[in-house]
């Protein structure tokens, strides 16, 4: 009976954060008025993958972050459920200009978080990251998505 409770237990609290690291990662740069900061994210760019998102993790490193893929301009709607940090989500422009910031979300929270106008992409990144590192609406996120090379 211990032995069923240890790997129910390890399931429990591995499993969720093994599926959600196996996303590829690239690099993106925060382009503000004063400084450039670089960030390595984790891609989600299919449906299972934005759905799943930054679900059921403990700790995100300050230079880390995940870049939601939608492939053209739509309205995009996110919320925190099962989510245990709080998150700044930065939605981005088919250009990479940020159009708005929804700063330090609050975990497990189940309000719909919308921005303003469509979107190409929300780039999630520890909760404070924007107001700790000077980042504003109409900052430049360069990325291969937004046609920087």
């Known amino acids: 009976m211990s032995r069923f409770l240890a790997v129910f237990v390890f399931l429990f609290l591995a499993l969720p954060q093994a599926v959600a690291a196996g996303l590829p990662t690239t690099e993106l740069v925060i382009a503000t008025a004063k400084h450039r900061h670089t960030f390595t994210v984790e891609l989600a760019a299919n449906r299972q993958d934005r759905a799943r998102g930054l679900m059921y993790r403990r700790t995100l490193a300050p230079d880390a972050g995940m870049l939601f893929d939608y492939g053209a301009p739509v309205r995009i709607a996110m ?8 998150l700044d989500m930065l939605f981005i422009s088919s250009d990479g200009t940020i159009s708005h910031i929804a700063e330090r979300t609050v975990p497990h929270s189940l309000t719909t ?3 303003p106008k469509p979107a190409r992409a929300v780039l999630e990144l520890n909760g404070g990251s924007a107001a700790r590192l000077g980042i504003r609406v ?12």
């Open 113 to 115: 978080i919308v921005g």
């Open 138 to 149: 109409g900052d430049r996120v360069l990325h291969v998505l937004f046609g920087a090379k």
């Open 79 to 86: 919320w925190m459920k099962n989510t245990y940090i709080p």
